[in-house]
């Protein structure tokens, strides 16, 4: 069945993503409270069995609920652009972003699930079970942290006070670069893992997160939705263009959320 474009986000219902994003929490924090076993993909990032989890979880509970609507996963086989590219709607998931903040044990590492629609994410559910955030936005219905609605502060002194957040695993000296050059007379330089770097400028208590080092879509899918929901932007560097997904080459550009 082909849906139109108000009748496929009128299927979905926030709450049905919100459980399933929940329980494969739960089953991350399960893992997460005993020894667990390390592995190394390809690029040298790290998988975990509570990656591998997260992932089955979450894939089949969407193929399940919405058979039509295919899915982009980390975890899951790469899809060619060639099939890819005609797709009017898709499921984008990580489902552990920030697995070294996973291996550390610091809690800072997210559940992701975003739908995307022509390019653009119209829905976001980012979930830290270890702090038991749940951030979610839908297109025109605004953006939540366990359902208050962000943002939830505003700096109204940034020529004063600029507060940046970036990456606790993750800073490049090109980021650490364009930090220095911001205008303002103090930074406070804010350090978060995982997709909570977007959640936490779309909160509020963050004014900027700039990311001039490598991510991939399903990276920044979920909280991009976040933010967009409350009232911010992920913008491509040097540019006004927002972030847009399923390219060719799921490699994002360097952006700032602002």
């Not at 909570?196 to 991510?215: F, Q």
Request: with cysteine.
């Amino acid at each position: 069945m082909v849906f139109g474009k108000q009748q496929m986000r009128m299927q979905i219902n926030i709450e049905n993503i919100k459980h399933i994003a929940k329980e494969a929490g739960d089953a991350i924090m399960e893992i997460y409270r005993r020894d667990f076993d390390i592995s190394y993909k390809d690029d040298k990032s790290p998988l975990t069995e509570a990656d591998l989890k997260s992932n089955q979880i979450i894939c089949s509970s969407l193929q399940k609920l919405y058979p039509d609507i295919p899915i982009l996963s980390e975890e899951n086989k790469e899809i060619e652009y060639e099939k890819r590219k005609s797709w009017e709607y898709y499921w984008c998931i990580d489902p552990i972003d920030g697995t070294k903040e996973f291996i550390k044990k610091n809690g800072e590492f997210t559940v992701n699930i975003a739908l995307i629609h022509q390019n653009t994410p119209v829905l976001g559910l980012v979930y830290a079970p270890a702090i038991d955030a749940m951030y979610s936005a839908q297109k025109n219905k605004g953006a939540f942290l366990n359902n208050q609605k962000l943002p939830l502060q505003m700096n109204n002194n940034k020529d004063e006070k600029l507060y940046v957040v970036a990456s606790k695993s993750h800073l490049s000296y090109e980021t650490q670069q364009f930090i220095d050059t911001l205008q303002t007379k103090e930074i406070v330089q804010v350090s978060k893992g995982s997709s909570l770097k977007l959640c936490v400028v779309a909160e509020g208590s963050a004014d900027i997160y700039p990311r001039l080092a490598p991510t991939m879509e399903w990276d920044t899918a979920a909280a991009d939705a976040i933010v967009r929901e409350s009232g911010k932007m992920t913008y491509i560097l040097e540019s006004e263009t927002p972030l847009v997904y399923n390219k060719e080459n799921l490699l994002n550009p360097w952006f700032v959320v602002k």
